[in-house]
């Protein structure tokens, strides 16, 4: 797929399309809140939506929506799943990042991009008025996410790579826990 049509976009350019891998690697806390290590497969869409007028702000749009199976398990549901949007600001070089996951929390991750990027990374923080974190009462009491970081890398027309930090105090430990996922994807379309 070329992404000549896509150029409004970006950095996000190169991330239109369907992406699929079973190379991704979720470090999280188990049930017992050890560390648990699952291998698994994702299937990422990512689609164009256009210009999203702001009033005097103009952002190109990005619907997504991920999901992920492990490999160690026989399950036809997956374990993970995300749906949010993309947007890129031309303007003040501003890629954004919003997302909900069916567990109760949403995330916008942000970060000064250029336009012609291969590389970058976004942040969030719990508590801050643009790029934050937000989640229901239980996440916030035992698993609460103080601070989201993410880095994508182009590697070419058909393969990128991230890699997620979400760093979480988990009731009943000391220290922040860094659960992090990271995979290389392969364009399907």
Known sequence: MSTGSFDEYGPL????????SDQGLDVSPAPDRSVRKTPYRERLVLEPMGVVDNHEQQLQALRYRTMAWRLDAA????????????????????????FLVPRGMTTMAGGTVEPDAQSFSLAAELGSPTYGICSNPFLDEKFQTVRYELSVQILDANH??????????????DGVFHHTDRNSLTRKS
Do not use: I, S
């Not at 350019?13 to 699929?20: H, K, Q, R, Y």
């Not at 399950?75 to 003040?92: C, I, K, M, T, V």
């Open 75 to 98: 399950e036809d549901n997956p374990f993970h799943e995300e749906h949010g949007y993309w947007l890129w600001d031309a303007e003040r070089h501003q890629v954004c990042r919003a």
């Open 160 to 173: 990128f790579e991230y890699e997620e930090d979400t760093q979480m105090r988990v009731g009943g430990q």
């Open 13 to 20: 350019a190169g991330l239109v399309g369907t992406w699929e």
